[in-house]
Every structure is written in structure tokens, then in C-alpha cells.
């Protein structure tokens, strides 16, 4: 069968896990700006960090809450917002 309109990976975790994963690594791309991963998880780490930037640059507070909801840490966030996409 072909695997039309399904979007993503599943990474072979359920949701929750995945979501967590995905988290923890736009996180740790934003702190260090550099990780080490494999390439399925680094594909999904891409889509999730370039709308993280997205929201960055459009830089009101509607966007910045936006982006917290996405990664709930807000250093990662305040470096968004002020360093990668001003």
C-alpha cells in the first residue's frame, strides 16, 4: 500500500514519547545549535525547529505563546525570539 497523505514519522514511539523526543531535541538544537541524531529523527526535528523560527520571526506575543506551547521551555523560546530569528 502507499503511504499517501500521511504526514511525519512515527519513530517507532507512541505519541507521547515522540512528542517528548521531538521536544527535547529542537531544544537541545536551539541551546547547542549543533546535535547528533539520526537522520529520520533529524528530518522531524527540522519540520519542528523551521516553525519554531517561523514564529520567531513573526515575534509578536500571540507567536511567542505559540511557540511556548510548542517547546514548553522558555529559554529556548527567549533564544528564538531574540538571537536565531530577530
Known amino acids: 500500500m502507499a503511504s499517501h ?10 505519541r507521547d514519547q515522540r512528542v517528548a523526543l521531538l521536544r527535547g531535541l529542537v531544544s537541545e538544537l536551539i541551546i547547542h545549535e549543533r546535535i547528533t541524531t539520526t537522520l529520520a529523527k533529524a528530518k522531524e526535528t527540522r519540520v519542528m525547529a523551521e516553525k519554531l ?7 509578536n506575543l500571540h507567536h511567542r505563546r505559540l511557540a511556548m506551547a510548542q517547546v514548553p521551555n522558555s529559554r529556548v523560546v527567549k533564544k528564538v525570539f531574540d538571537d536565531v530569528a530577530p
Open 5 to 14: 497523505r500521511i504526514a511525519g514519522r512515527k519513530l517507532s514511539r507512541f
Open 53 to 59: 523560527i517561523t514564529h520567531g520571526k513573526k515575534g
